[in-house]
T-cell receptor
Framework: NAGVTQTPKFQVLKTGQSMTLQCAQD?????MSWYRQDPGMGLRLIHY???????DQGEVPNGYNVSRSTTEDFPLRLLSAAPSQTSVYFC????????????????FGPGTRLTVL | TQLLEQSPQFLSIQEGENLTVYCNSS?????LQWYRQEPGEGPVLLVT?????EVKKLKRLTFQFGDARKDSSLHITAAQPGDTGLYLC???????????FGPGTRLSVLP
């Protein structure tokens, strides 16, 4: 298994440009999430999905869109990039060790480092 | 809003020393996780604690969940340079579907 993969690894955008960060997992996990990590602030949840066709907002969703058309893929779209979106973005997938229970173990991708000029 | 605080923010010690880092909140969490993150990589799960007062050991690492499930500690015995990294705690939110992360403790173990 490749686990959780993210592309690209690095990206530089100009203010106002749009782009999509890709995330894929091959572990058949129902739960997937997007986080951003900024210095001194830990990881903050942007959007998450509890299954194909279902998405919801996290703590900092403004300026980002997501979709979940398949179990494997969970792309994150930046609609009009702003310097405040300069960050490292992590995708995670998770499962629950108990049938029908809450997700517990999260597996993170290697991250995408985004700079918006 | 559930928030997690971690202390200390930075810690630099010599190889062989013991250390404890803390994760605190005013909120109750149904479970709490500890992750280690190395530069340029995503966080890797170390342990999940669920029951108040629970203690789990992972080789030289000992994790404890507070009785009231509001805080946790990570104790490392005889630290090694390989323990260097960012240690993050994360608590399951009220719905149990997502996790709130603390800001992390950056540990540096010098040889």
């Amino acid at each position: 298994n490749a686990g959780v993969t993210q592309t690209p690894k690095f990206q530089v955008l100009k203010t106002g440009q749009s782009m999509t960060l890709q995330c894929a997992q091959d572990m058949n996990h129902e739960y997937m999430s997007w986080y951003r990590q900024d210095p001194g602030m830990g990881l903050r949840l942007i959007h998450y999905s509890v299954g194909a066709g279902i998405t919801d907002q996290g703590e900092v969703p403004n300026g980002y869109n997501v979709s979940r058309s398949t179990t494997e893929d969970f792309p994150l779209r930046l609609l009009s990039a702003a310097p405040s979106q300069t960050s490292v973005y992590f995708c995670a997938s998770s499962y629950s060790s108990t049938a029908g229970g809450s997700p517990d173990t999260q597996y993170f991708g290697p991250g995408t480092r985004l700079t918006v000029l | 809003t559930q928030l997690l605080e971690q202390s200390p923010q930075f810690l630099s010690i010599q190889e062989g020393e013991n250390l404890t880092v803390y994760c605190n909140s005013s909120s109750v969490f149904s479970s709490l996780q500890w992750y280690r993150q190395e530069p340029g990589e995503g966080p890797v799960l170390l342990v999940t604690v669920v029951t108040g007062g629970e203690v789990k050991k992972l080789k030289r690492l000992t994790f404890q969940f507070g009785d009231a499930r509001k805080d946790s500690s990570l104790h490392i015995t005889a630290a090694q340079p390989g323990d260097t990294g960012l240690y993050l705690c994360a608590g399951a939110d009220n719905y149990g579907q997502n996790f709130v992360f603390g800001p992390g403790t950056r540990l540096s173990v010098l040889p």
